[in-house]
């Protein structure tokens, strides 16, 4: 009883009203400690009056029980515990699949395009160059896998940088490096390839050639905007141009010198793989402002003008079309291009016989550019046609719609241009506003109500539409709304242009896709706006692009 008494008395002593020092803190939690632990191995002890390991093996079986009721209380006891779940919910029903898996190429595949088989077109006819036209690989013979990117490869360089320089590993080919060497198309330098924007004929630099043909035609008031370049090389002619608001469809084939269109992509710059050999190009008629061919090698007069034929259907109304090289001023370079002064003025003869069976007028021939410029209807040239019987070239008839062009051959007949009241109206629905007013303007082909069910109002609303839906689609995509971050976009369902004219302040250029299984052909009206654009079949999946940055 005494020391119980003590105890109490030193007990109260510690917890009795004190000065609140880190000591006397520090004394009672040890203590509190202290009882806490003891207690609870006396009653560790008093409950499980056995070994460590009985213990263990007790909570063991009784785990088994716990966890397997029909185990009865004769089952022998085990040290192994089971940890695992044995209450668990039913798997979720399998949910189908978005799409085959396709996994990555062979490294050598990394430029393979499927259309433009270097292999496989060996196989067709070398007439006009029908193989290197795009041929499309059979169902069993089309890769099952995705087409991966050059080893080393790297973010393209940011516009407008880009235009001058691309990175070596991105299209690892320096070909052109040597065999244009003396023209400046390109030059290798470290790890880049530089542009010096030279070309073959204009070794004073794109930037001046340009200038040139300013001096011959108007290039600064808006009223050329759309371009064409055939045989574009590496595309140094579009990348100047745009510089002067003049957007260029630049194409080239895949050849031997591989990867033209490439480095025109890598720079920035608008470009297809393309021919002009047995099919129309992939784009509607009254396209282009101008169309313009530097030394692309294309026999311009032969088969009785069928690829000039070609250009005409492209050609708006009152369109230019400008030469340069061969057989142009061949008075002045018949030596140094290694023809004889004859057969060079055949070849000129023989365009100029085609040009005037189109209607062309030529404008004028100056040093080593030619400009020829189409008709803006051809109310004239019916009229000239009933008088002057010889040279007439046949109209196409009612039945060939100048505006399909998917894999349609080419015919020497001429487009028709659409009936005018009087000789002084362009045809088409009227003549095309001057760029930036173009791009908001009704187009000829909706004003003229050549489009069935398409109205002026639906036009407008498109347009207003498009605008809201960039803006949400930068909230929702911070790197769209990042200036600079992309350069070429796809637009794979274009209908009137809208997404590619609310990015037009946008250091970005779209290709505006229409379908060839769309109901209304409206790529006609993509060009009237000042865009670019072309068709394509996705039921068919053939590539037509390299690398594009986004795909909307």
Same mark, same amino acid.
């Given at each position: 009883m005494?020391n119980?008494?003590?105890?109490l008395?030193?007990?109260h002593? /510690?917890?009795?009203? #004190?000065?609140n020092?880190l000591f006397?803190?520090l004394?009672l939690l040890?203590f509190a400690?202290f009882?806490?632990?003891l207690?609870y191995?006396?009653g560790?002890?008093?409950?499980?009056?056995?070994?460590?390991a009985?213990?263990?093996?007790a909570v063991?079986?009784s785990s088994?029980l716990?966890?397997h009721?029909?185990?009865t209380?004769t089952t022998q006891s085990s040290t192994?515990l089971?940890f695992a779940a044995?209450h668990?919910?039913?798997d979720?029903?399998p949910?189908v699949?978005r799409?085959p898996?396709l996994?990555?190429?062979?490294?050598p595949?990394?430029?393979h395009?499927?259309?433009?088989?270097?292999?496989r077109?060996?196989?067709f006819p070398?007439?006009?160059?029908a193989?290197r036209?795009?041929h499309?690989?059979?169902p069993?013979?089309?890769?099952?896998?995705?087409i991966?990117?050059?080893?080393?490869?790297?973010?393209?360089?940011?516009?407008p940088a880009?235009r001058d320089?691309?990175?070596?590993?991105?299209?690892?080919?320096?070909?052109?490096?040597?065999e244009k060497?003396?023209?400046n198309w390109?030059?290798?330098?470290?790890?880049?390839f530089?542009?010096?924007?030279?070309g073959t004929?204009?070794?004073?630099?794109a930037d001046q *050639?340009?200038n040139?043909i300013?001096?011959?035609?108007n290039?600064?008031d808006?009223?050329?905007?759309?371009?064409?370049d055939?045989?574009?090389?590496?595309?140094?002619?579009g990348?100047y141009l745009l510089?002067r608001?003049?957007?260029t469809m630049?194409?080239?084939p895949r050849?031997?010198?591989i990867?033209?269109v &490439?480095?025109a992509?890598e720079?920035g710059?608008?470009?297809l793989?393309?021919i002009?050999a047995?099919?129309?190009l992939? *784009?509607?008629?009254r396209?282009?402002?101008? %169309?313009h061919?530097?030394?692309c090698l294309?026999p311009?007069?032969?088969y009785?003008?069928?690829y000039?034929?070609?250009?005409d259907?492209?050609?708006r109304?009152?369109?230019?079309w400008?030469?340069?090289?061969?057989?142009i001023? *061949?008075?002045k370079?018949?030596r140094?291009w290694?023809?004889?002064?004859e057969?060079?003025k055949?070849?000129q003869?023989?365009?100029?016989?085609?040009?005037?069976?189109? /209607?062309w #007028?030529?404008?004028v021939q100056?040093?080593?550019?030619a400009?020829?410029q189409?008709?803006?209807n051809?109310?004239h040239?019916?009229l000239?046609?009933?008088?002057?019987?010889?040279?007439?070239?046949p109209? /196409?008839g009612?039945? &060939?719609?100048?505006d399909?062009?998917w894999y349609?051959?080419?015919?020497?007949c001429?487009?028709?241009l659409?009936e005018?009241k009087?000789?002084?109206e362009v045809?088409g629905?009227g003549?095309?506003?001057?760029?930036?007013?173009r791009?908001t303007?009704?187009?000829?082909?909706?004003?003229?109500?050549?489009?069935?069910?398409i109205t002026a109002e639906?036009?407008?609303?498109?347009t207003?539409?498009?605008? #809201?839906?960039l803006?949400?689609y930068?909230k929702?995509d911070?790197?769209?709304?990042?200036?600079g971050r992309y350069?070429?976009?796809?637009?794979?369902?274009?209908y009137l242009g809208?997404?590619a004219?609310?990015?037009?302040?946008?250091?970005?250029?779209?290709?505006n896709i229409?379908?060839?299984? %769309?109901?209304?052909?409206t790529?006609g009206v993509?060009?009237e706006?000042?865009?670019i654009g072309? *068709?394509q079949?996705?039921?068919?999946?053939?590539?037509?692009?390299?690398?594009?940055?986004?795909?909307?």
């Amino acid at each position: 009883m005494a020391n119980t008494n003590n105890f109490l008395t030193q007990l109260h002593n /510690c917890t009795r009203k #004190k000065p609140n020092t880190l000591f006397t803190n520090l004394y009672l939690l040890t203590f509190a400690t202290f009882l806490c632990t003891l207690f609870y191995f006396l009653g560790l002890w008093r409950h499980y009056p056995t070994t460590t390991a009985a213990a263990i093996a007790a909570v063991a079986e009784s785990s088994s029980l716990c966890f397997h009721p029909n185990t009865t209380a004769t089952t022998q006891s085990s040290t192994n515990l089971d940890f695992a779940a044995h209450h668990l919910l039913p798997d979720l029903p399998p949910t189908v699949a978005r799409g085959p898996y396709l996994p990555p190429c062979a490294s050598p595949f990394s430029e393979h395009t499927p259309c433009e088989d270097q292999q496989r077109s060996l196989s067709f006819p070398r007439h006009r160059l029908a193989y290197r036209e795009r041929h499309c690989p059979a169902p069993e013979e089309r890769l099952r896998c995705r087409i991966p990117a050059p080893y080393g490869y790297r973010q393209p360089l940011r516009w407008p940088a880009s235009r001058d320089a691309a990175w070596y590993a991105n299209a690892p080919h320096k070909e052109l490096t040597v065999e244009k060497k003396g023209q400046n198309w390109v030059r290798f330098d470290g790890n880049r390839f530089r542009f010096p924007g030279g070309g073959t004929m204009f070794p004073r630099g794109a930037d001046q *050639y340009i200038n040139d043909i300013g001096k011959l035609i108007n290039l600064r008031d808006g009223s050329v905007r759309t371009a064409i370049d055939t045989g574009c090389g590496v595309a140094s002619f579009g990348a100047y141009l745009l510089s002067r608001d003049i957007l260029t469809m630049s194409f080239a084939p895949r050849d031997t010198h591989i990867s033209q269109v &490439q480095f025109a992509l890598e720079r920035g710059i608008p470009a297809l793989i393309g021919i002009l050999a047995t099919i129309r190009l992939p *784009y509607p008629s009254r396209a282009f402002d101008m %169309a313009h061919c530097s030394r692309c090698l294309i026999p311009w007069g032969q088969y009785d003008g069928v690829y000039l034929t070609e250009i005409d259907r492209v050609l708006r109304p009152g369109g230019y079309w400008i030469l340069s090289g061969p057989p142009i001023n *061949y008075e002045k370079h018949w030596r140094g291009w290694e023809r004889t002064h004859e057969s060079l003025k055949e070849e000129q003869d023989g365009i100029e016989d085609v040009a005037k069976s189109l /209607c062309w #007028k030529k404008l004028v021939q100056k040093d080593d550019l030619a400009v020829w410029q189409k008709p803006t209807n051809h109310a004239h040239c019916k009229l000239k046609r009933k008088i002057f019987k010889s040279g007439s070239r046949p109209l /196409c008839g009612e039945a &060939q719609d100048p505006d399909t062009a998917w894999y349609t051959k080419l015919d020497t007949c001429l487009t028709p241009l659409p009936e005018v009241k009087n000789i002084k109206e362009v045809s088409g629905g009227g003549g095309l506003a001057n760029w930036p007013n173009r791009l908001t303007s009704i187009p000829p082909r909706i004003r003229s109500e050549s489009l069935e069910g398409i109205t002026a109002e639906m036009f407008t609303e498109n347009t207003k539409l498009w605008k #809201k839906r960039l803006a949400y689609y930068k909230k929702l995509d911070h790197q769209l709304a990042e200036r600079g971050r992309y350069r070429n976009l796809l637009d794979m369902n274009a209908y009137l242009g809208g997404f590619a004219a609310a990015l037009v302040d946008d250091p970005v250029w779209v290709m505006n896709i229409v379908p060839v299984e %769309a109901e209304i052909n409206t790529l006609g009206v993509v060009y009237e706006r000042g865009l670019i654009g072309t *068709y394509q079949n996705w039921y068919a999946f053939l590539l037509l692009l390299g690398r594009t940055s986004v795909i909307y």
